[in-house]
């Protein structure tokens, strides 16, 4: 069973539309024990950066931080991706889960802001979740705020200098695209996550 994380950013019933279309059993959930009981999680998320105070803080904060540390995959996507970092200039006061080394930025008023619809990812030659997906695939991007290139990035795209589209480490996998709005190609990822 997958534990779709309610932390209160929304986006959830088309991540579970999605999940369930694979044939995959899951539920949404906030309370710790079941996402305790989870075989999988996925954290996704829209909103401001300020959102992410409960999976770092509480029962749900402790839960996810002990099902991350028991080496059950999780899947960030858009905002759960930019949780994994150490933070975001958007809350400045707020710690990320430090995964992956660095901080997430504003685009600059050079470019439209939010980065919204269809965009290139280059691919990275090992990455699991994107196994079988071609580089140069379009997914479907909202925010406006990005992480920047790390060691662990797996994937990247292009919207005013290059950033992290996906990054992965051990049993962590994060996305800044939305997989369930990303048409096959979304599919193919989510499918990814569910057979780890």
Known sequence: MIAIIDYGAG?????????RHLGR???VTGDGDTVLGAEKLIIPGVGNFRATLPLSAGGLGVAVRSAIASQKPVLGICLGLQWMFE???????????????GHCTRFSERVKSPH???NRVAIGPHSRLLRDIPSDSYVYFTHSYWAPLCPDTSATCVYE???TAAAESGNLFGVQ???EKSGDIGM???ENFCAL
Do not use: D, R, T
């Open 11 to 19: 986006n959830l019933a088309s991540v579970v539309k999605a999940i």
């Open 87 to 101: 933070g975001s200039e958007e809350a400045g006061e707020l710690q990320g889960l430090g995964i992956f080394p």
């Open 25 to 27: 059993e899951c539920v």
């Open 116 to 118: 919204v619809g269809w």
């Open 188 to 190: 193919k990822i989510l």
């Open 161 to 163: 200098a290059p950033f």
């Open 177 to 179: 695209f939305h997989p």
